[in-house]
Structures are given as C-alpha cells and as structure tokens.
C-alpha cells in the first residue's frame, strides 16, 4: 500500500506543479516529485511530444498520449504555453496513462528487456535497479542524473521483496513502479528552463542540458537521445559553431522530417483529414513527398513548394486530379501540365482542410491564405453572428455565390468578408477533395468562373497562379518564418522575437530561401540560447 501513496504523493506534485503553486525550497529551488529544479520558464510537453517521448524512453510506440489525456488545442500549433491549462481532467488522464504504460513495459520478457539493461539476480538486486534508474532519469530528465536522484527512487525496491496483498513479489514490480512515478514527474512532463546571467542584458543563457532539450524538441519532437546528452555533458552546445555541426547531424535523423511534416499539417490545417483513410494517407504521402524533396532531398528554395510544376502521386491520386499515371512505378513525380495547379496549394490534404457543411468554403479557404500564408488577420466575426449556419440560410439562393452574396448585405461582415472571400472563390473549382469541377456540386445549373482576387486586386484562377502570387508578393517568405519562430518558441511572438525574426527573414533570403538552412541558422545564432529575464 506504501507504493500506492508513494505514486499518489507524485500526483499530487504534478497537481500543484500545474497551477503554478509550488513550494519553494532553499536558495529559490523547488521541489517537485522527486526531482529539485529551478524556478524559470516553463513548458508543458505536447500530447505529441509526450507519445514521442514514451515511443523513444520506452519503446512504447502505441501513442498512449493521443487516447488517454486531453486533446491539446491548436493555435495553429499544439505547444502554445498560453493556452496550457492544468485540469482535473488532466491529471486524471496523466495517471491512468503512466499506470497502462508501466504496465506494458513489465508484460512481457521483450519489454522489460528494452527498459531495464541488465538481468536481475533477484527481487531485491539494488544494483541492477540502480543500473536501470540511472537509464531512465537521464532519459526522461533529459539530464546527468546523481546519486540523490536515484536514492529518491530506491524505497520502490522494497516492494519487489516484502509480502504484500496489493503487490507481486517481483524485481519488476518496482520496475514498474519506477516508471509509473517517472512519467507523472513534472521534470518529465515539463521543460523547465532556468538559464544562468548572461553578458546580454535582460536576457539568461541556457546550459548545455537545457539547450540539448529545446534542440530535440524543436528538430524531433521528442527527447535528446543518447548522443545530444553526451554532447551536453562535454560542453558542446553552448558554443553556436559546434551546437551547428550537432543540428546538422540531428537533421540527417528521420525524425526530423516527421517533424517538419507536422509542423506544415498544423501551420497549413490539414492535421486531421477528411476523407477515408486509404485516400489521406495518399494526401499525406503526396505532401510529405514534396517537402522532403525541396527541403532534404533536392536542396532548393523554399518557395518551390508553393509553385512546383509536379506532384508526387500514385495511380489513385493521379484520377482523383486528372493527372497522367506515373510510369514505371506505383509512386512518381508527374506534371501538372495546364491544369491550374501548382505547388502545395493544389494538394488534397491542403484543398480539403478549409472545408466547412461538407463542401468547400470560400471564406475558410481565404481565411487559410490570409492567416496562414500572408501573416494578415482579417478579424473576427461579430459576436452575434452565427457562424455555423450555413451562408445564405433563409433565402432562396441555390449558387454558392448568391449565398455568399448575404456577406456584403450584412455591414457589420461586409469590410472583413470582402478580404477574404473573393480569395477563396479563386478555388471553387477545386472541390474537397482535390478534384477540378466545373459547377457547385449536385447543381449543374451553378458555373464555377474560378476566378479570385487577392487583396490588392490582382485576380487569379486557381491554386497553381494563386501560390505564384503569393510567393512574388513576399508573403510567404515572411509569414513562413513568423510560423516557424512562433512554433520554437511555443507562444505568440513577443516584441523581442519580432526584432529577432527581421534577421532571420534577411537570413533566409540571403541562403536562397532553404528552409534546412533556416533552421541550422536558428540554433547557431545567439538567441537561440537565451531566455528573457523576469523583472
């Protein structure tokens, strides 16, 4: 029963760890579970980063995370610490989640191999269970760990030896144990940045563990793995030359591009699609396809993705377009030829993310290209406009432009939807799912012109014009930075970060707009190891 109030204890550290009311120990440290850190910044770890975590900690590739705790909100991106809540809910679902995966990591003798990396001589071997504690606090910390670290753990030994009604008499119950207090430890669930002073004014330098920490979660989503902890301890991160040399490397891991394949499906919307699944994981194939190629495999500009003459797809998608059939494999790159598309724009997975009452919406999609490709906020609707009733509703309008017309009759929408909506309509004719039609779905009587303007007036027809306008225009060389700086940093860009991302616009344009470039310069410059300081 001991083991049940030990993990208890835990939770409830991770409780107060969450509001913010944390008891404060000597000389400004806290103490939380079983771990004493330092006040400073600090940043809950993502449903995603938490099952990335357990996949690389535990091997646990089930992603308990997404099933078990409370869905994170987007904003685009799912790190935002502003809209980190902590919640009953919450912390409920933090427990049942340690208490399935310490369960699992014991089940069976090939995972308890992959967690503990030596064979006990019995319930009791405190020296294989040190051994195994030393794996996993480095590990999950994502620091060097001490005796005191591990000594805190070591009571959980007591109930692999002692008779107990509530407990199995086995090495591997306090193995599992272990695990169960480790997962629900705020140092885990955390990333908590102190930063020591600087020679730079009101700003804090990271150490080598805490830069080792944000590199891994920027570039993979998940923990430092063996070799970052390793160039932590010998001090090679906090030098921008060498902290260079190890991005590069951490780049060439398949991580990374799994990485930048979810940050494009948040910043571009199409995290989640609507269609079945053998067609959006073609839509996510196809996109991946052309990110990989213009940022790792061809090195090329950025601004390629959005103006690409071809596209990645196999027999089904090249139907689903119109497309000729890649020849001489299941997968190819095939032209667009003179279809009106172009880039990333024209991909099923980016055309059907701003869909709204099972069809297309001019006002999402303009919204998607405001927002998210120009960096622009229109505003918001009024707070007495009933924005999930469909356009048009009570009138006799049947084509989807007299139904939007009810846009410019209202004065209160007229100003925002007159920037917004004739963008969208410059892709009516491509529907959903990414195919080229004619007229409004199940209405022949309804012609689809498919000719948008942008807010400057220019007009253009359909995503392959409309993603050149975009990149000639400059916003996307801009407003792609703004995203990415804002998805590092987990927060809306303070004044500070603005400046910041002035030189990293100019930086990205002086490297021939290449993104893989972008993020090396990122984790070399200076900033990248600095945190403000609290008045």
């Known amino acids: 029963m001991r083991a049940v109030r030990w993990l208890g204890l835990v939770s409830i550290a991770v409780t107060t760890a969450c509001t913010g009311a944390i008891d404060q120990g000597p000389s400004g440290a806290t103490r939380i579970g079983a771990s004493?850190?330092?006040s400073g910044e600090v940043r809950r770890l993502s449903q995603a980063e938490l099952d990335n975590a357990l996949r690389d900690l535990l091997g646990d590739d089930t992603r308990p995370a997404s099933r078990m705790i409370v869905t994170d909100r987007y904003t685009p991106f799912d790190n935002d610490t502003t809209t980190q809540r902590a919640s009953e809910t919450l912390i409920v679902g933090l427990e049942a989640l340690a208490e399935d995966v310490g369960r699992r990591a014991i089940a069976t003798p090939e995972s308890r191999a992959r967690v503990v990396p030596c064979t006990p001589s019995g319930p009791g071997d405190e020296a294989c269970y040190r051994q195994f504690l030393?794996?996993?606090?480095?590990?999950?910390?994502?620091?060097?760990?001490?005796?005191?670290?591990?000594?805190?753990?070591?009571?959980?030994?007591?109930?692999?030896?002692?008779?107990?009604?509530?407990?199995?008499?086995?090495f591997y119950t306090a193995v599992d144990l272990a695990i169960r207090a480790v997962l629900q430890d705020p140092e885990f669930l955390h990333r908590i940045e102190r930063g020591d002073p600087s020679d730079q004014p009101g700003a804090l330098a990271l150490d080598d563990q805490e830069i080792a920490t944000r590199m891994a979660?920027?570039?993979?989503?998940?923990?430092?793995?063996?070799?970052?902890?390793?160039?932590?301890?010998?001090?090679?991160?906090?030098?921008?030359?060498?902290?260079?040399?190890?991005?590069?490397?951490?780049l060439l891991d398949g991580r990374a591009r799994d990485q930048l394949h979810r940050f494009h499906a948040m910043w571009l919307g199409y995290r989640t699609i609507p269609h079945d699944a053998a067609l959006a994981t073609a839509f996510g194939t196809e996109t991946a396809a052309l990110i990989d190629r213009v940022v790792f495999e061809e090195p090329q500009s950025y601004l390629n993705v959005f103006t690409m003459d071809e596209t990645w797809v196999n027999a089904m998608l090249a139907d689903q377009y119109g497309l000729?059939?890649?020849?001489?494999?299941?997968?190819?790159?095939?032209?667009?030829?003179?279809?009106?598309?172009?880039?990333?724009?024209?991909?099923?997975?980016?055309?059907?993310a701003f869909s709204k009452f099972t069809d297309t919406s001019p006002t999402q999609r303009g919204l998607l290209v405001r927002r998210r490709l120009m960096c622009e906020d229109p505003g918001r609707p009024p707070p007495t406009v009933n924005v999930d009733v469909p356009p048009g509703t009570g009138t006799d309008a049947v084509c989807k432009t007299d139904r939007y017309a009810v846009h410019r009759e209202i004065a209160s929408c007229a100003t925002c939807h007159a920037q917004i909506d004739p963008i969208g309509f410059g892709l009516e004719r491509f529907d959903v799912g990414g195919r080229y039609r004619e007229h409004d779905d199940g209405h022949p009587e309804c012609a689809i012109d498919g000719v948008g303007h942008m807010p400057t007036g220019e007009p253009f027809s359909g995503p392959g014009e409309l993603g050149r306008l975009v990149v000639d225009g400059g916003y996307v060389e801009e407003c792609v930075v703004e995203q990415w700086l804002t998805f590092a940093v987990g927060r809306p860009l303070a004044a500070a970060d603005t400046r910041s991302m002035g030189r990293m616009v100019t930086?990205?344009?002086?490297?021939?707009?290449?993104?893989?470039?972008?993020?090396?310069?990122?984790?070399?410059?200076?900033?990248?190891?600095?945190?403000?300081?609290?008045?």
Do not use: K
Not at 225 to 249: E, F
């Open 36 to 38: 004493t850190v330092p």
């Open 134 to 170: 030393g794996g996993l606090l480095r590990s999950a910390f994502r620091r060097e760990v001490t005796a005191v670290d591990i000594d805190a753990y070591l009571p959980l030994l007591a109930f692999a030896t002692e008779d107990n009604a509530f407990v199995d008499n086995d």
């Open 217 to 250: 979660f920027l570039l993979w989503g998940t923990l430092p793995d063996g070799p970052l902890l390793d160039d932590a301890a010998a001090g090679r991160l906090v030098d921008p030359g060498s902290r260079r040399a190890v991005a590069q490397r951490m």
């Open 324 to 352: 000729v059939h890649p020849s001489g494999a299941e997968w190819g790159w095939v032209p667009y030829g003179a279809t009106g598309r172009g880039g990333i724009l024209s991909h099923g997975s980016v055309l059907s």
């Open 507 to 535: 930086e990205f344009a002086a490297d021939d707009h290449s993104f893989f470039e972008l993020m090396l310069d990122y984790v070399e410059s200076d900033r990248f190891g600095l945190i403000a300081e609290e008045p």
